[in-house]
């Protein structure tokens, strides 16, 4: 099994293998951040969300170190909402659509008591061959009765206002950035 790096970001790297003909994705914590905390903590949150979750949405979890460094998971083909926006006219995104998609998956996530906390164009993945959104990177992810503050909220001036708006209730904030996402980019 050959592994070729697929991208880059925040603090761990993806990689694309082939395992008996099924495309596989491997997340590995970089170099760079291999003894940080806290990025093993953001990798560790993420296999145990990803392990608690059955949605076809959400990228399966097929496998994790014990030392939980890197995991590997059912890679989902297509772009980023990010990647689109930036190289096509997001007018071919049927923001309907997108809305219709995005609330089935947060309704499953709100079943289950779990808040996304970081949903970003960038986390949002179309994929048009069979014209379905997914959703991915639970690394800031949260139990509702947890609490906590979205990773989201600290590092985009654009939802900065989501976190008022939710009033205290974080359980509000995914469904106040998908009405965003769809208001501000895809209208």
């Given amino acids: 099994m050959i592994e070729s790096l697929y991208s880059s970001g925040g603090c761990c790297d993806i990689y694309l293998s082939n395992l008996d003909g099924v495309t596989i ?18 990798m560790s949150r993420e296999i145990t ?9 959400i990228p399966k979890i097929l496998w994790f170190n014990q030392e939980q460094t890197e995991f590997s998971y059912q890679f989902i083909k297509g772009k980023s909402l990010d990647r689109i926006i930036k190289e096509e006219d997001e007018q071919t995104i049927d923001s309907e659509f997108f809305l219709n998609s995005m609330t089935e998956i947060l309704e499953y996530l709100e079943s289950i008591a779990i808040v996304h906390g970081d949903l970003v164009p960038e986390n949002i993945i179309y994929d048009r061959d069979v014209n379905k959104f997914y959703l991915i990177d639970f690394g800031a992810a949260f139990l509702v009765a947890e ?37 501000f980019i895809l209208i």
């Fill in 25 to 42: 994705a491997t997340k590995k914590i970089n170099q760079i951040y291999k003894n940080n905390q806290y990025a093993k903590n953001l």
């Fill in 49 to 57: 969300f990803l392990r608690q979750i059955n949605c076809d949405s």
């Fill in 147 to 183: 609490g906590g503050t979205p990773f989201t909220i600290g590092r985009r001036d654009w939802f900065q206002n989501l976190l008022d708006e939710c009033q205290g209730k974080m359980e509000r904030i995914d469904r106040k950035a998908v009405n965003y996402i769809a208001s």
